[in-house]
């Protein structure tokens, strides 16, 4: 009788264990689900700014190109008006108008604020997204391996339900912990590692 109360009782402590090993792999499957989410939004963000920013790019070469025409205009103006001395007085005036409305787009094309859309402007904000896309970049990796030290801390807790072997638990434990501070670094950036991110 009583080595059947003792087995109970060791097959009782038993099945407690293995609940809370239980609990533990559901709280790390949900932290698991939580760096998944986190890396995937992390990989949009940097597609969406890298798109964004060289759209901005592009809108600002493009800009810049109808800038240095204008500035080919003013200058085979000023060429004119230079080479023909005596060209009627209405003729002068009015290229000389020409070259002042010239004049007024190829500032209007440098720095355009109530729109934004100048080639300062443009470039300022092109800048800016791609810092939003590098700091993207850089938050992705530290996902990457939380998820991987997450599920091998997962796989070692399962065994270790299986086995007994407190080693494995503990193990799990140590990778679980590093998974979970990678995961919290991802969406936060506490430090930099050196060759992660």
Known sequence: MAFQDLADAVDAGK??????IAVYIGILAVILAVAGVGGGNATKDATARNIEAANTWAFFQAKNIRRHE????????????ATQPGLPEAARAMIDE??????ADEARY???????????????????LEKQRDLAMSKDPYFD???AMLQIAIVLASVAIITG???????????SALGTVLTLNGFFLFYHVPYIG
Request: charged residues 30%.
């Open 70 to 81: 204008i500035r080919l205009m003013i200058s085979e103006f000023e060429v004119l008006l």
């Open 145 to 147: 391996y939380g998820q």
């Open 98 to 103: 020409r070259i002042a409305k010239l004049r």
């Open 165 to 175: 072997g407190s080693a494995l638990l503990f193990l799990s434990g140590l990778l």
């Open 15 to 20: 099945r407690h264990r293995d609940r809370l």
């Open 110 to 128: 440098t720095s355009e604020p109530e729109t934004g859309e100048g080639t300062k402007e443009l470039s300022a904000r092109a800048k800016e």
